[in-house]
């Protein structure tokens, strides 16, 4: 019932930007926290970052002072901008949605997955 569109991954060179989208859709009441995560290859996925419906962040350290989570609530998005970027960087970002269904059911939903490759 909620449905989650992402966009804006791609091939990076070393210390370049990226900037992801997911937008949620359906029959949503409210939003609360949203969030991205990443998975490597052969690594467990990871929380990236994440935004309470007011606005708090919270990020892993490897990517404190080069990515930035932010979202709009009148469009049910969320973003995550990605600077200074490395070859460690190299996953497939999730974005995650936690709220509630139209009929006060508890929701959380997860994107399909966007490829980020870093690298020369």
């Known amino acids: 019932q909620v449905q989650l569109v992402e966009s804006g991954g791609g091939l990076v060179q070393p210390g370049g930007s990226l900037r992801l989208s997911c937008a949620a859709s359906?029959?949503?009441?409210?939003?609360?926290?949203m969030a991205w995560y990443r998975q490597a290859p052969g690594k467990q996925r990871e929380l990236v970052a994440g935004?309470?419906?007011?606005?708090?962040?919270n990020y892993a350290d490897s990517v404190k002072g080069r990515f930035a989570i932010s979202r709009d609530n009148t469009k049910n998005t969320v973003y995550l901008q990605m600077n200074s970027l490395k070859p460690e960087d190299t996953a497939v970002y999730y974005c995650?949605?936690?709220?509630?269904?139209?009929?006060?059911?508890?929701?959380?939903?997860w994107g399909q997955g966007t490829q980020v490759t870093v690298s020369s």
């Open positions: 935004i309470t419906k007011s606005g708090r962040t």
């Open positions: 995650n949605v936690n709220g509630l269904l139209v009929g006060y059911y508890d929701f959380v939903s």
């Open positions: 359906g029959s949503i009441f409210s939003i609360g926290f």
